[in-house]
């Protein structure tokens, strides 16, 4: 919904260079050779404003289905797993955020390649900071920095694993972090993809300010 972005619409329409992010973020799917369908998940108001400024409006013919959202991002997801025809247990999903444009056709290959391998992959970078565990105020652990790593999207599943552990938990009332988290909670390993600081999630007024510079930057 974009509350922190502060915007009168939300997040995703708001326009990059003249463009819509959404329709930046949908782009690199349709220009990319190897993606054979795409399905939007939107907010069930949103879906016909979706449809026309969106996916008409820049002819994105891979679009097979504006499906509605739900409660939260996870049963969002799964509601696009669902509304997926045609696709086999071992064909393979991406699962991307929509207010991610600056992925690239060879992070979206590097994805998909690693869950045709490992069955779920995910895309992340590791982090520059120093993390601190804090309990009331007080810092408790400094994990090594070494260790830790930004999850990103897209994350990239086997479709029959994905839905599975969509389904157990939605069963169990269970709510992830992330799409991998379910993957991880079955046991299930998940391949780490080296990701690109540039394929920012824009969220705030300042993530805006980012993206804008990125956008010079290829001018």
């Not at 025809?85 to 690693?114: C, N």
């Not at 069963?171 to 992830?176: D, H, M, P, V």
């Not at 080296?194 to 394929?199: A, L, P, T, V």
Request: proline share 4%; glycine share 10%.
């Amino acid at each position: 919904m974009g509350k922190r972005m502060g915007a009168g619409s939300n997040k995703q329409y708001l326009l990059l260079d003249g463009m819509p992010i959404l329709a930046r973020t949908v782009r690199a799917f349709q220009e990319a050779a190897f993606i054979d369908a795409i399905y939007l998940v939107s907010p069930e108001q949103e879906i016909p404003f979706c449809r026309s400024e969106v996916v008409e409006r820049y002819g994105f013919s891979k679009v097979r289905a504006i499906v509605p959202g739900g409660a939260e991002r996870q049963h969002s997801v799964l509601n696009g797993l669902d509304a997926m025809e045609g696709i086999a247990q071992d064909d393979l999903v991406l699962i991307h955020d929509g207010v991610r444009p600056f992925v690239s056709a060879e992070l979206l290959r590097s994805a998909a390649t690693a869950a045709g391998e490992f069955g779920a992959a995910v895309v992340a970078v590791p982090v520059k900071d120093t993390v601190k565990v804090v309990k009331e105020g007080m810092i408790t652990e400094t994990p090594a920095r070494k260790q830790l790593w930004l999850a990103q999207t897209p994350q990239a599943f086997r479709f029959g694993l994905i839905r599975a552990a969509h389904a157990e938990a939605a069963a169990q009332g269970f709510l992830g972090t992330d799409d991998a988290s379910l993957i991880e909670r079955q046991g299930g390993q998940v391949r780490i993809v080296k990701g690109d600081y540039r394929n920012i999630k824009i969220t705030t007024p300042e993530d805006m300010i980012l993206a804008e510079a990125f956008l010079k930057g290829k001018e």
